[in-house]
């Protein structure tokens, strides 16, 4: 049996107390199907989990609050909105983030609308997208192709990669702050502020905190550079 487990850390005790959130003999919420395939748990500062489960034919992210009663957020097939590019979501295999407010940001592709996105879902079930696949990139030419890799800050604000199709670019780093429009933070056109010039080649997110400033892994020119 598969099981996903919190650890509980006990200053006082300087040890952890174990607490099973969820496994393979029990039934998930919303189905009569036993869980399988548990995956990319991930814990807010409320102790809240969030996680990707089987049944196989219909994966979906289910939420465990602290007080233990669990529910089902969305899954596969679940319609997407048509604000956010219409569609169903298909694929939901990527380590999503929660804020403390239970704000859920995840990556998807989709079956029919736009064919996938950067999402964020609130804890009153509302989803929007941050991105779609082929809206207009911001901050220069082309347009988004795909998100896998991001990471969001405790408010809500989240900075991205995306590869870029039919720009000056082949892939950027992106930013869109709590409220506000998506914004370029660099691309692989960008000189790299390094000893010696060079430019960026890829990206990867690493952080995020509230106020916006943003770490990145990059790899410039021939070398590797943080």
Known sequence: ALSLTLALNLPSLAQYSYTSIANSTQTAPGSAALFSGIAAPVVNGDGDVVFVAGPTSARAYYSYPIDGSGARLLGQTDSVPAGAGGGSFNSLNTLPSLSDSDTLTFASTTTGGAGGGLFQRVSTGVVTSVIQRGQSA?????????????????????????????????????????????VRLADTSTAAPITGGGRFLAFAPGGMNDSGESAFFGAVTDNLNI
């Open 138 to 182: 911001a901050g220069g030419t082309g347009t988004y192709n795909a998100s896998a890799q991001y990471r969001a800050s405790n408010n809500g604000s989240v900075v991205f990669q995306s590869t870029i199709t039919g720009g000056s670019a082949s892939q950027g780093l992106f930013r869109r702050l709590s409220g506000d429009s998506v």
